[in-house]
T-cell receptor, first 115, second 113 residues
Framework: EAGVVQSPRYKIIEKKQPVAFWCNPI?????LYWYLQNLGQGPELLIR????????DSQLPKDRFSAERLKGVDSTLKIQPAELGDSAVYLC?????????????FGQGTRLTVV | AQSVTQLGSHVSVSEGALVLLRCNYS??????LFWYVQYPNQGLQLLLK??????LVKGINGFEAEFKKSETSFHLTKPSAHMSDAAEYFC???????????FGGGTRLMVKP
């Protein structure tokens, strides 16, 4: 069974440019998460989806970050415009959700470098 | 609100020695607890989880953890370290199935030959 797939793996952009990340969760997983991981720190939740509904986006900086999960499957996370401080690893994860699945499965992440 | 504290950002052990990585949590409800491992330039891989069943949980690669409610702890252990265990380890807490994970700051485990 394929795991969570993220692309691209690495991205280097200049500040003020836009960037987008893509995530394909494990088939059948209703819950999808985007986490931000700064160097040397644990991941922090940006947004959580139940199917196509964003149920927790309190930590998403909405002035520059946006996310969508059309049709409740794949998801994209966008930053516009990017700032130097956005350099980090962006992790996508998925879980069965509800009482059926307690653990989240993570993709390999997208490492963003803003120069 | 939930939080996780991992004591020791770096732990160094000799190959064959006991591994002990500490994790303390706070949660307003009975928690679900997890340990994940992260190798360089990789995502997080689940080692083990506690979801209110047995308090001693066995995971992959010989790791285990014990849930101690009175101490609000969920320390990770392995009897004998291997070189391949060198990685970053994260403890995480969730307040329900499918809910967000709150992670600790991580502990980098180094294994000396």
């Amino acid at each position: 069974e394929a795991g969570v797939v993220q692309s691209p793996r690495y991205k280097i952009i200049e500040k003020k440019q836009p960037v987008a990340f893509w995530c394909n969760p494990i088939s059948g997983h209703n819950t999808l998460y985007w986490y931000l991981q700064n160097l040397g720190q644990g991941p922090e939740l940006l947004i959580r989806y139940e199917n196509e509904e964003a149920v927790d986006d309190s930590q998403l900086p909405k002035d520059r970050f946006s996310a969508e999960r059309l049709k409740g499957v794949d998801s994209t996370l966008k930053i516009q415009p990017a700032e130097l401080g956005d350099s980090a690893v962006y992790l996508c994860a998925s879980s069965l959700g509800g009482s059926k699945g307690t653990e989240a499965f993570f993709g390999q992440g997208t490492r963003l470098t803003v120069v | 609100a939930q939080s996780v504290t991992q004591l020791g950002s770096h732990v160094s052990v000799s190959e064959g020695a006991l591994v002990l990585l500490r994790c303390n949590y706070s949660s307003s409800v009975p928690p679900y607890l997890f340990w994940y491992v992260q190798y360089p330039n990789q995502g997080l891989q689940l080692l083990l989880k506690y979801t209110s069943a047995a308090t001693l949980v066995k995971g992959i690669n010989g790791f285990e953890a014990e849930f101690k409610k009175s101490e609000t702890s969920f320390h990770l252990t392995k009897p004998s370290a291997h070189m391949s265990d060198a990685a970053e380890y994260f403890c995480a807490v969730s307040e329900g199935a499918g809910n967000m994970l709150t992670f600790g700051g991580g502990t980098r485990l180094m294994v000396k030959p």
